[in-house]
């Protein structure tokens, strides 16, 4: 089965200084990884997605996030937090072998602190 | 393009009865999915679509239905409200391409059961 695992429900960083968004997975094959950003009351909007290549992955609004395939982890970051990156954080994997299920992590809330 | 669109964006529903989730997109996307969202929960899948004509079962696809007769629209029935369907639901879609994974989501829908 799979599963994902974000280990804070909540994060606060100062504005300016780099943040880190933590998301382990399991799955029984090979993983597409995802990260969602949702703002107060709208859907879910993608950020980057990793699916084979570089474990680095660059996304949206400057974030990035790094697979590391032995530590079966997907940690999201950004050098430079800014107060409107405040939202809720969602990791995600597909594992291919699983169809069309999608397994969401149960979000991180990202506060940056002026 | 308007992405994707879900109504109503709010609904009230007494015990036991039946309504039907609204979504359409016009990405022309073949693959179309229902979440819901329970608080600090993550997205659970309820049903999913790969087509016109082919829906299939999420995660927790009991107290639901759906179908699927155009390509744009999919919309989600409950039959016999109960209080453990409130939630927000989220409709999304993505395209068909390996690459495409990334889902589009629409605002959601809060559905409270009393």
């Known amino acids: 089965a799979q599963s994902v695992a974000q280990p804070e429900d909540q994060v606060n960083v100062a504005e300016g200084n780099p943040l880190t968004v933590k998301c382990t997975y399991s799955?029984?094959?090979?993983?597409?990884l995802f990260w969602y950003v949702q703002y107060p009351n709208r859907g879910l909007q993608f950020l980057l997605k990793?699916?084979?290549?570089?474990?680095l992955v660059k996304g949206s609004y400057g974030f990035e996030a790094e697979f590391n395939k032995s530590q079966t982890s997907f940690h999201l970051k950004k050098p430079s937090a800014l107060v409107s990156d405040s939202a809720l954080y969602f990791c995600?994997?597909?594992?291919?072998?699983?169809?069309?299920?999608?397994?969401f992590g149960p979000g991180t809330r990202l506060s940056v602190l002026p | 393009n308007a992405g994707v669109t879900q109504t109503p964006k709010f609904r009230i529903l007494k015990i036991g009865q039946s309504m039907t989730l609204q979504c359409a997109q016009d990405?022309?996307?073949?693959?179309m999915y229902w979440y819901r969202q329970d608080p600090g929960m993550g997205l659970k899948l309820i049903y999913y679509s790969v087509g016109a004509g082919i829906t299939d079962k999420g995660e927790v696809p009991n107290g639901y239905n759906v179908s699927r007769s155009t390509t744009e629209d999919f919309p989600l029935r409950l039959e016999l409200a109960a209080p453990s369907q409130t939630s927000v639901y989220f409709c999304?879609?993505?395209?068909?391409?390996?690459?495409?994974?990334?889902?589009?989501f629409g605002p959601g829908t809060r559905l409270t059961v009393t």
């Open positions: 990405m022309n996307h073949n693959y």
């Open positions: 995600a994997v597909r594992d291919k072998n699983y169809g069309q299920n999608f397994v």
């Open positions: 990793y699916i084979t290549g570089d474990n």
């Open positions: 999304a879609s993505r395209g068909d391409r390996d690459s495409s994974y990334e889902q589009y």
């Open positions: 799955v029984s094959g090979n993983p597409y």
